[in-house]
């Protein structure tokens, strides 16, 4: 039974080796904070919740890994800023990080152990609760699904982009457990295929009907009658609706609203940034040319060509039918609806 794409082991953080997937399982035990560092850098794990889980077992293992608290407040501010400057747009590895800032803080004044333990604590909760968010995604998209939809969707949003269950993927599991015959179009997601390597493999596991085509056809089969939704996760979304996701979405939201068909988000309000009241203000992860002139470790096109490689790219607002999230569904205008969704349930 393959474990989580992050787990907490006594003290260590085991994930599964996403590069390697769907050929080989292999897992990646990381024993001190750059490790964990290096593997969301190196995108051994990916998926902006499932960065968010590990990004904050990073900052317990840096704590963990010291033999005293002399220098803590510093050394722990140094930990938190090397784990920022892994995924600059993932909205969930800022979340997460501010979160075991926050925890960090109220337990300043307990003995050294017992902070570390706090640490550990509130990093398991963060896994914990991103499953639960993710079931009540699934609970609440379900309802925009139809017996009989094929759905079009875009890298990948499942298992191995989360603690566990998935966003736009727990969407579609929550429908076709429900009964509903759904068809799944997934979108090979250039330059790294995650939708190929990642998203095939996990509707194969849990024998959803699915078909793999390139990112280039999506328009053709838009145009058939072939596509009822698309659906897809997001990494950062802004306060007017604004969102970030894998490089090509916007291209199927223009693509959607030519076709009239409905584009729906799913994601955790954890994903919403506050601070950033519209999409250009997103930051935008500029990844190596060798990801796109590369294939499998052969150079595909001449070695001195330029490329540019923005890992995500920012869809308008005015683009997306609605957005899925564990507290509801919010609907244009998002500038309303979002900061009404989140006040309504504010703890």
């Not at 300043?108 to 499953?131: C, M, N, S, T, W």
């Not at 298992?159 to 509903?180: H, N």
């Not at 223009?254 to 999409?279: Q, R």
């Amino acid at each position: 039974m393959m474990l989580p794409a992050v787990k907490w082991d006594r003290d260590r953080l085991v994930m599964i080796d996403q590069r390697k997937l769907p050929d080989e399982e292999v897992y990646v035990e990381c024993r001190e904070y750059n490790q964990v560092a290096e593997a969301i850098e190196k995108m051994v794990i990916r998926g902006a919740p499932a960065i968010g889980v590990a990004a904050a077992y990073g900052a317990a293992l840096g704590l963990l890994r010291m033999k005293s608290d002399t220098g803590l407040e510093k050394e722990f501010s140094r930990i938190l800023k090397r784990l920022e400057k892994t995924r600059p747009t993932a909205r969930n590895l800022f979340w997460a990080l501010e979160r075991m800032k926050r925890t960090f803080d109220e337990s300043r004044g307990l003995a050294f152990p017992e902070l570390q333990r706090r640490l550990i604590k509130e990093a398991e909760a963060i896994e914990r609760e991103d499953v639960e968010i993710n079931r009540k995604i699934g609970f609440w998209g379900k309802s925009l699904l139809k017996d009989g939809d094929s759905v079009l969707t875009h890298c990948n949003t499942g298992d191995l982009a989360t603690a566990g269950y998935g966003t736009a993927l727990g969407v579609i599991r929550s429908a076709f457990q429900e009964g509903k015959r759904i068809h799944v179009y997934v979108d090979e997601t250039r330059p790294l295929l995650q939708g190929a390597r990642l998203t095939c493999w996990e509707l194969d596991r849990e024998k959803i009907p699915v078909t793999l085509i390139t990112d280039s056809m999506a328009g053709h089969l838009m145009k058939k009658g072939e596509v009822s939704a698309v659906l897809t996760g997001a990494d950062r979304i802004a306060r007017n609706g604004d969102t970030a996701n894998k490089i090509g979405t916007y291209t199927l939201a223009v693509l959607a609203k030519e076709h009239n068909l409905p584009f729906y988000i799913a994601a955790p309000t954890s994903t919403i940034d506050p601070g950033l009241s519209e999409g250009e203000q997103i930051p935008i992860e500029e990844r190596s040319a060798e990801e796109v002139r590369e294939f499998a470790g052969r150079c595909v096109t001449l070695p001195h060509v330029g490329v540019e490689n923005p890992a995500f790219d920012v869809t308008p607002a005015g683009y997306i039918s609605g957005i899925i999230t564990e507290k509801g569904i919010s609907r244009p205008p998002y500038a309303k609806s979002l900061e009404r969704l989140l006040n309504k349930y504010k703890k």
